[in-house]
């Protein structure tokens, strides 16, 4: 794991995005893992930037999104197929039928879960997965227990993250669904690269627990120090409760690997 620490929002989420414009151009059928959430939205401006002023091209890329309510179809306010239609998709080259999340208004859906892994499989596997932080440290839809090997499933939500993203339901946790399709802790493992983005002061304690503390399923992105190839990309707000800031600033500005991005 990597921990890379920016002064602002604005600076990590320029890096993440020219990160995956790195990524992209390098291999045009890229497989992005995508993820949702307000820290991402400064991320796909970014790319919507980059496609517009750069020509970054991602006509022959294939998404997958992390996760999706239950019960709610892609057209109804609130899903996340449609927060990725807004915040991206509709403002790129993407072919629409590249782009995949689990369907929460599938009758079976577990059998939905199940042909999700093997939508991802079939693609050849993600090349790079974006990942925001949970409050509850979860990842995609990982919440506490889950288990660190599992994959797409169902899952209840717990009222931390139901109160975390009320503001997409107005703002009332009642009315935000209590079940959700997510990508496993091993489907999110499983990445080649895997980038995970997390800004402002209230998530300085879960990514210190996250980054430095033990590995445990009661908070999910512990997992990722599992991972061979993990960048953790912080502002200064979310890295205030890191011990080894110094450190990871000097691999920054030492490794050739992010000579390019420095
Ligand atoms: C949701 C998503 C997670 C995301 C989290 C962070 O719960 N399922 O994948 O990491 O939101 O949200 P925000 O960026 O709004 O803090």
Redesign the pocket.
Known sequence: MEVIIQPCAAAAADLVARLLAARLRRTPALVLGL??????EAVYARLIALHRDEQLDFSHCTTFN??EYAGLAGDQPGSYRRYMQEHLFDHININTRRTHLPDGTAPDLAAECAAYEQRIEQSGGIDLQL????ASG????NEPLSALMSRTREKALTPL?RA??AFAFGGDPARTPAR?L?MGVGTILAAREIILLATGRA?AAIIAKAVEGPITAMISATALQLHPCCKVLVDADAATLLTETDYYRWIFDHEPEWAPFR
């Open positions: 993820a949702t959430g307000r820290t991402m992390l996760d990942l925001g932080i949970g979860h990842i995609g839809f993250t975390q993203n959700a997510t998530k």
